[in-house]
């Protein structure tokens, strides 16, 4: 085929958008556009389209998404990858553009990070060394402190501080050496509030009740155990047993589990509240499950079940649907209430190594990011699988975990680096 015969191939297209409001111009159109057409041309062409019917229009940048892949190369080179068929029109559906995340800052943790968090004025990480280390907006850092020698492997934020600062930050931190701290950021300093006693071994995953007096935690004794923060009557009070007078003033409750679950037969490496039923949780085991529970009964709803470990899972706000990391690649997407057989909807491929860490962002319902031992943050929008929306880089080795909020993403990796971008 000679170059102009290749130019001059052409191909029916129709575009749609699955918003309220259909992009004016396009519904029912089909379209010769030349099979060299890529994501920029055609893009172009939506728009004109727009402009031509309705005057008003202001330029959009739109992904293009046939079937669940994004169109990232020409439509002739994507028609060969995905083997489709030539003669058909081609459906485009039209989805409103990601702007790229900016890389903000990149802040130095003393270890190998764990798990790293946000609020509208801190950014805060837990490390291996068993330090907590927080950082103003700006990136200064304002608060270093290590209770036990002993690596933190989950936490959560309890209470948001009050100001701009830290103070009245509560902060509940699982150690690897079974004990689960709950600390408050004073005027003083760091205090502990409770000692959370009952798991036999690493504490790798805790999460806060959205009316914040329960606390649910997971770890490698392949327990789920429930606590109760409110002041009770089987609270013990102690000080500790230090040899410093300033250890020796602070006085702490020692809290047991109320209920513990037993179903797991490997370690629970992530633990989440569900957003809509708030007695039901759901927890991801290295046994290949992922299970969900009513903590009032005490007992199981549902399992799902996959081919290897569980790292990681994070429950949408409002779609209520799971996207997990396994050991593997492939972060996958679960809906938990599905009754037509497979609780698994897709697979993302992209990363080449395991997926440590998975967050829905709050931008919509589709966005999600994932981290990985490859060394890579990718975010994706779910409806489509082969293709990420972004490489968000800036690791020099395995990211450990990644966080999202406040229109900010943070990664954190045994680099010690703790990586924020904006979008």
């Known amino acids: 085929v000679t170059m102009t015969e290749e130019e001059n191939r052409h191909i029916q297209v129709t575009f749609y958008s699955s918003a309220e409001k259909p992009i004016p111009g396009t519904t029912d159109a089909v379209i010769d556009v030349p099979i060299s057409a890529d994501w920029e041309k055609l893009n172009n062409l939506v728009n004109k389209l727009a402009v031509s019917a309705d005057e008003e229009w ?19 080179e994507f028609i060969q ?14 989805v409103d553009g990601y702007e790229p995340p900016k890389p903000h800052l ?16 801190i950014y805060l990480a837990t490390c291996f060394d068993g330090s907590v280390t927080v950082w103003d907006r700006k990136g200064e850092k304002i608060s270093q402190h290590t209770r036990e020698e002993s690596a933190i492997k989950g936490a959560c934020i309890i209470q948001k501080p009050k100001g701009s600062g830290v103070e009245g930050l ?4 699982g150690l690897e050496n079974g004990s689960i701290w ?18 036999a071994r690493s504490v790798e995953t805790v999460r806060m009740g959205a009316d914040g007096s329960r606390l649910i935690s997971g770890g490698f004794d392949a327990h ?9 009557a089987s609270d013990v009070y102690e000080a500790p047993k230090g040899k410093s007078e300033k250890r020796a003033k602070e006085e702490f409750v020692t809290k047991t589990p109320m209920v513990t679950l037993a179903a797991h037969s490997d370690a629970i490496v992530a633990i989440e509240w569900s957003p809509h039923q708030k007695e039901r949780a759901f927890s991801a085991s290295w046994d290949h499950s992922l299970l969900q529970w009513d903590l009032e009964l005490a007992g199981e709803v549902s399992r799902i079940r996959a081919q290897r470990g569980f790292t990681s899972i994070s429950v949408h706000s409002s779609t209520g649907l799971i996207i997990a990391g396994l050991t593997d690649a492939c972060p996958r997407l679960y809906d938990p209430k599905s009754s037509e057989g497979s609780f698994l909807k897709q697979s993302y491929i992209g990363h080449k190594g395991w997926v440590t860490g998975v967050r829905w962002t709050e931008r919509d319902e589709y966005s999600f990011i994932s981290s990985s031992f490859d060394g890579t943050v990718k975010m994706w929008d779910c409806r489509s699988a082969k ?10 080795d395995r990211v450990m975990c990644c966080g999202v909020g406040e229109g900010a993403i943070l990664s954190g990796g045994v680099d010690t680096k703790v990586n924020i971008f904006t979008f």
């Open 106 to 121: 990149s802040l130095n943790g003393p270890d190998w990070i764990s798990s790293v968090h946000i609020t509208s004025s």
């Open 387 to 396: 293709t990420p929306v972004f490489d968000i880089s800036g690791h020099e």
């Open 81 to 94: 990858e995905n083997h489709l068929d030539f003669e058909r029109v081609v459906k485009i559906e039209c």
């Open 182 to 199: 709950v600390q408050e950021w004073t005027g003083e300093g760091v205090k502990a509030i409770a000692a959370l006693r009952g798991h």
């Open 170 to 173: 509560k902060v509940a931190t």
């Open 224 to 232: 789920v155990k429930v606590w109760n923060l409110a002041a009770d």
């Open 58 to 76: 202001k330029e959009r940048r739109f992904e293009l998404l046939i079937g669940s892949t994004f169109l990232r190369c020409s439509l002739d």
